[in-house]
Nanobody, 123 residues
């Protein structure tokens, strides 16, 4: 069983930046495709970004150009850097991991999930 530990959420103002972190306990982050998802109140959980096992990155249109997903193998951590935050970015952000190679935006394509970290963007 893999535990994903997220950190970095908080309350920020519109236009600010935030960096979320996710580390798989006891496992090597490069062994997984790592994704970020978010769920706003009353809405379904949605794909935000992914870095595949091979290092390719993918983004939802809603965050493309404002966010960067990266992986630091030395720190065994995946990051989601979010810039120019908007109130509509307010959500609980979840880290997820998958064994398989390749990209998927589907929730069912991920094997492990973190507990989530709250991001609130005030206007």
């Amino acid at each position: 069983q893999v535990q994903l530990v997220e950190s970095g959420g908080g309350l920020v103002q519109a236009g600010d930046s935030l960096r979320l972190s996710c580390a798989p306990s006891g496992r090597t982050v490069s062994s997984y495709g790592m994704g970020w998802f978010r769920q706003a109140p009353g809405k379904e959980r949605e794909f935000v970004a992914m870095i595949s096992r091979g290092g390719s990155t993918y983004y939802a249109d809603s965050v493309k150009g404002r966010s960067t997903i990266s992986r630091d193998n030395a720190q065994n951590t995946v990051y989601l850097q979010m810039n120019s935050l908007k109130p509509e970015d307010t959500a609980v952000y979840y880290c997820a991991a998958r064994w398989q190679f390749g990209f998927t935006w589907s929730l069912s394509g991920y094997d492990y999930w973190g507990q989530g970290t709250q991001v609130t963007v005030s206007s």
